[in-house]
């Protein structure tokens, strides 16, 4: 399978969850999955995995810059393992800022 074909069922699968983690694909085996862990049938984060998300941090008067780290939904403990450099509850999440159409 190759990373389109991932990205294409990934965004058309439900949530499912797995005791804390939330998971997205249903596998057969580890290397079916973009994380390389495959859990009862499911892909799921797998911490030691190197993959990298990047994100635009938005900062005011259209100004940003881009930072890399853990994606979306994955665990996290400190601000700067996250792309978005936001968390909840260990969880990273995604950064909604963005530039204002209004905003010189």
Do not use: W
Not at 30 to 44: A, G, R, S
Not at 66 to 95: F, H, M, P, V, W
């Amino acid at each position: 399978m190759n990373i389109y074909e991932y990205i294409k069922l990934y965004n058309s699968t439900n949530e499912q969850h797995y005791g804390d983690t939330i998971i997205s694909y249903r596998c057969n085996k580890d290397d079916e999955c973009l994380y390389n862990k495959c859990v009862d049938n499911y892909c799921i984060f797998n911490d030691k995995a190197s993959v990298e998300h990047c994100d635009n941090i938005y900062l005011c008067h259209r100004k940003s810059y881009n930072y890399c780290g853990k994606a979306y939904r994955n665990t996290c403990k400190t601000i700067d393992e996250r792309s978005s450099k936001l968390c909840i509850d260990e969880l990273c999440i995604a950064q909604e800022n963005s530039p204002s159409d209004s905003e010189d």
